[in-house]
């Protein structure tokens, strides 16, 4: 069975409960596993398929919480790093004015250290890079080079999620682009929203973007775009491949479950590259992992609100 190695952060959100407050005025929080890699990969593994997390986390009760929720849905933690860092928090609000209010309290996620034993692992696999922190620096941005290069030798089917975070990229969105080209260029596989593929481009049309993008070298695109569905585009078909009709309660990790669904479907063929050449399988894929995605906003929580089998089947 092909695994897809899904590497990057895992953290704890702190969602504030009185939401329509800042965080300074915020009085309770709960406690949720984040991470679009993590999330990506429990997807996966709900689904029925296989996925690893790469990543680093605290050895502290927060690490142990969650490493217990992705393996309880059925991630393989083995090459899980623990650090004597604390584990990477974010404490998120969304205020009265709407605009969500967020302080980062980067710890053990940044520590992620490259082992090159992990190269024949990954031989014929697929590896999918949820990027967000892991372009902000450190060795773990170190480690995704080294993710990047070795999976370029072994016949790696290559995913990217940038997962643009403007929080995090405040007036600094030119390094952002600049670090994101290699994994544009090198990728069978990008997911962006409208948001990052209009930065990324510097184009508006979706269509300009996707033509910049795969100029750029990117092979297949998908733009996903809430409730109109997924634009998709190789460099010979466009097309908008649209959702199903739910009743949003949460949207939070649509866009993972959408990913994640995605590469589950590519996981299952005899050989992932194989998505590249047949089109008309491919829009029928984006249509089940819009599906996925849809379902996912019909209840609270990122990852309690994935998708099983029988659920897509029934929608
Ligand atoms: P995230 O913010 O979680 O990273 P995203 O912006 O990448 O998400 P969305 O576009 O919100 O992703 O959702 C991913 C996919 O899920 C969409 O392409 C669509 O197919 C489906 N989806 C999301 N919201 C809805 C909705 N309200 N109705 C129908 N389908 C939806």
């Given amino acids: 069975k092909t695994n897809v190695f899904c590497v990057g952060e895992l953290l704890i959100d702190f969602v504030a409960e009185n939401q329509g407050n800042d965080l300074s005025k915020a009085t309770m929080f709960s406690k949720k596993a984040g991470g679009a890699p993590a999330n990506v990969a429990c997807a996966i593994a709900k689904l029925g398929g296989k996925s690893s997390f790469i990543g680093c986390v605290g050895n502290d009760p927060f690490g142990a919480f969650l490493l217990d929720t992705i393996k309880n ?25 709407g605009e969500r209010d967020f302080v980062f309290s980067r710890g053990a996620d940044i520590e992620l250290t490259y082992d090159s034993g992990v190269k024949k692992e990954m031989a014929k696999n697929i590896v999918h890079f949820g990027a967000a922190t892991a372009l902000l620096g450190g060795n773990l941005e170190e480690t995704y080079s080294h ?30 682009i600049k670090k994101c080209l290699p994994y544009i260029e090198k990728s069978h596989l990008c997911k962006f929203s409208l948001e990052e593929a209009q ?3 510097g184009k508006e049309s979706i269509e300009e973007a996707c033509s910049a993008l795969h100029e750029m070298g990117a092979t ?3 733009i ?14 466009q097309i908008t491949v649209q959702s199903i009709e739910v009743n949003p309660v949460d949207t939070t990790g649509a866009g993972d479950a959408f990913i994640g669904c995605l590469l589950y479907q590519i996981s299952c ?7 590249v050449d047949d089109f008309d399988h491919l829009k029928y894929m984006v249509e089940v992992a819009n599906k996925a ?18 659920q897509l089947k029934l929608s």
Avoid: Y
Wanted: hydrophobic letters at 40%.
């Fill in 147 to 176: 993710f990047l290069f070795d999976s370029l030798c072994c016949d790696v089917f290559i995913s990217f999620d940038p997962n643009f975070r403007g929080d995090l990229w405040k007036n600094n969105e030119t390094t952002f």
């Fill in 199 to 201: 930065l990324l481009s």
């Fill in 293 to 310: 995605g849809a379902l996912t906003t019909t209840n609270f929580g990122a990852i309690v609100s994935l998708p099983t089998q029988e």
């Fill in 224 to 237: 996903t775009l809430g409730k109109e569905g997924t634009f998709l585009s190789t460099t010979s078909n």
């Fill in 220 to 222: 297949i695109i998908t």
């Fill in 73 to 97: 849905e059925g991630v393989d933690i083995s090459m899980v790093q623990r650090s004597e860092t604390f584990t990477t928090l974010a404490f998120v609000s969304i205020a009265q004015d």
């Fill in 269 to 275: 063929l005899d050989h992932p590259s194989q998505v």
